[in-house]
């Protein structure tokens, strides 16, 4: 087998995946073919073969904010419209209803997953060990087992974003291969899910789930096959893809149905099994909920749900169950764009008003609970102070205190989740040591000079910043980026339990994984028992499948916002139709406003359009008109598809 490798070095470099150093392979390479088994000769080839194929791992949550748009797809991040000149073109047209097969889209999965799963294979098939090289036969074993992760990681989000794939596992199209062999067909959803599972699960258990050498951190272990696995069957339980009747005429070149339009309740216990299987050896592994002690004992829930964002493994974050090594972007797209303008940032990626309705009131309760005690208009006439808070960055800038004299009080009285994850009007810049100000022409919202960097809706998102960081002096916080972290498999298993089994027991279970979510934030935890309204400690709900559903999207909703998790939730539960917000007027704060009473009311900032079809996204039309085999995503051909 003799391939060219210059295009796949090149391509390794372009990826920028961190195993190896890339720059030394261009620099060494001389200006001759090479052939794929000289490759597998030399370690240092090998290394970056493997590095290749690790470009697989997408990169973490907001560095391609601007090209896969997952987090804009969604409810939680809107970007200023005005940046539609630039790289934005690619996502916000998408959800103002201008998605068409000729869309081209950034995420480019179907293009480029199989160049990885191809490299996959082959790698898998050759890398052998070289003892005299410092390349033993057990870390040739560790590294197919990544391998063997890493292409079913491929297959699946393929399929968890097209649906129908053509699927040809364990196969590496040979150098005279027939144009014929290529031409295949889409294969059912559920037989991917299936080869993937066992893929999955064979690699994750024959992996350690920790490596001592800190130089692996980021190599495919135990818990991050794990969590990928189990995600994966939970979105295949869901109802978009188990048993929904939308798509029974969505059927392959063989006549097959893609997905089972048959209800099967077994996919919620293998969902269940394999979050429980997760959790189990990530706890035994020493993987934990990340918290920061107050200065009384206990947690300090503003610094805990701060710093599991911005801490390192090293540095005791031990919640980060999937890290990511390579080029996270941090410090050029997503920290640049919800930074201030005054410090060098991008000033435009703001939150919809849906999400700051979401957060819950420091009591715990919902909004739009009567015994929440929100106020939504007027403006503070206390320093709001709450204790057990360590001495930190908040409302004031003094310890303790978390709202001003003065501030609105719908930002008032809210959980410390909302204050780490929105920016408003009012809110404590502490790079600035000021306060946030969103008037029209106000430091924080200049619509002369630079009118695109001005937050459309009046709010900048905030989690994951470090709000200390500085872009003109280049004081900017080197982080670890994260596509996982343990949070999402407790609420996962959370779910899965509840839609199982529809029986006390696993009720109560998915309420002990729940709590553990609403404890380290600093609110009430659930209870079925019998508790007065103003327990300290609890808040009593019904113990039926319905309200567990109820806290735990909710819980979803704003423990998970804006880390790639939205678009997953509001598709796998076919709910876009009935979110305002994903098909219909906009909402935030008034941009345009110069006052108090002008800018502080709810007012439409964009109409977005929802059609049925964005469940999917669309096999790019070349694609299909090169290959008579494939069927378009559902309802993008259809005369309906706007429903």
């Not at 001759?32 to 290749?52: H, I």
């Not at 800190?214 to 069957?233: E, Q």
């Not at 097959?256 to 216990?269: A, H, L, R």
């Not at 919640?319 to 080029?327: L, S």
Request: charged share 25%.
């Amino acid at each position: 087998m003799k391939k060219k490798l210059l295009y796949i070095i090149s391509a390794i470099c372009l990826g920028g995946a961190s195993l190896v150093s890339c720059s030394d392979y261009l620099d060494k390479e001389p200006d001759t073919e090479l052939t794929t088994e000289m490759a597998f000769e030399n370690r240092d080839k090998v290394y970056s073969w493997l590095s290749y194929v690790y470009n697989i791992i997408h990169t973490p949550d907001k560095w391609q904010l601007m090209s896969d748009g997952y987090e804009v797809f969604a409810d939680d991040l809107t970007p200023s419209a005005r940046w539609q000149q630039w790289d934005w073109n690619r996502v916000i047209p998408k959800i103002l209803g201008q998605w068409t097969i000729n869309s081209q889209w950034g995420g480019d999965l179907w293009h480029m997953m199989p160049r990885y799963i191809r490299h996959g294979y082959i790698f898998r098939d050759m890398v052998k060990a070289m003892p005299d090289y410092d390349l033993p036969q057990s870390e040739v074993d560790n590294m197919k087992n990544e391998v063997k992760f890493l292409c079913a990681y491929a297959w699946w989000q393929m399929a968890e974003n097209y649906g129908g794939i053509p699927f040809k596992p364990d196969y590496i199209a040979p150098t005279d291969f027939e144009l014929s062999d290529l031409m295949v067909g889409q294969s059912k959803f559920d037989d991917v899910v299936n080869y993937c599972d066992q893929q999955m699960l064979e690699a994750a258990m024959a992996l350690p789930p920790t490596y001592d050498d800190p130089s692996k951190y980021g190599r495919i272990n135990r818990i991050m096959a794990l969590t990928v696995r189990s995600r994966m069957l939970l979105f295949a339980a869901s109802p978009l893809v188990n048993g929904n009747p939308w798509y029974t005429n969505y059927v392959n070149d063989k006549g097959e149905q893609i997905f089972n339009p048959n209800y099967d309740p077994q996919k919620w216990t293998r969902a269940v099994e394999a979050l429980k299987l997760c959790i189990d050896e990530a706890e035994a592994a020493g993987y934990a909920l990340y918290t920061e002690p107050g200065p009384n004992g206990g947690i300090d829930p503003f610094l805990s749900t701060y710093n599991v964002h911005i801490k390192r493994w090293s540095e005791g974050n031990h919640e980060i169950t999937f890290p990511v090594t390579k080029n996270n972007g941090y410090k050029d797209v997503f920290l640049r764009v919800v930074s201030v303008r005054d410090y060098g940032g991008g000033n435009g990626l703001g939150v919809y008003q849906g999400l700051v309705d979401a957060f819950f009131m420091a009591n715990g309760l919902p909004i739009d609970d009567p015994n929440s005690g929100y106020v939504e208009t007027g403006f503070s006439r206390v320093v709001e102070s709450r204790p057990n808070v360590t001495s930190w960055e908040y409302g004031t800038g003094n310890p303790g205190e978390i709202t001003a004299r003065g501030t609105y009080n719908m930002y008032c009285n809210r959980e410390p989740r909302f204050y780490n994850a929105v920016s408003f009007h009012g809110a404590w810049l502490a790079v600035a040591k000021r306060k946030y100000s969103f008037f029209k022409n106000g430091l924080d919202n200049v619509q002369t000079s630079s009118p695109h960097d001005a937050p459309q809706n009046g709010y900048l998102a905030r989690k994951g910043l470090n709000v200390l960081d500085n872009y003109l002096t280049g004081a900017v916080t080197e982080r670890q980026g994260f596509t996982y972290r343990l949070a999402f498999t407790y609420l996962d298993y959370a779910e899965a339990l509840n839609e199982a089994t529809d029986n006390a027991a696993s009720r109560a279970e998915a309420l002990i994984y729940l709590n553990r979510i609403r404890e380290r934030a600093g609110v009430r935890k659930y209870t079925f028992d019998t508790v007065d309204a103003s327990d300290p400690d609890y808040i009593q709900i019904q113990n039926t499948q319905e309200d567990v559903r109820r806290v735990v999207r909710a819980e979803r909703r704003v423990e998970l916002c804006c880390e790639n998790n939205r678009w997953y939730d509001i598709r796998r539960w076919m709910q876009a139709e009935s979110l305002p917000e994903m098909c219909g007027d906009d909402y935030g704060m008034n941009f345009q406003g110069t006052n108090q009473s002008e800018f502080f009311k709810r007012t439409v900032f964009q109409t977005r359009v929802w059609k049925r079809q964005y469940y999917w996204m669309p096999i790019y039309i070349d694609e299909y008109e090169k290959n008579p085999n494939l069927r378009e995503a559902p309802f993008w051909l259809s005369e309906n598809s706007e429903q």
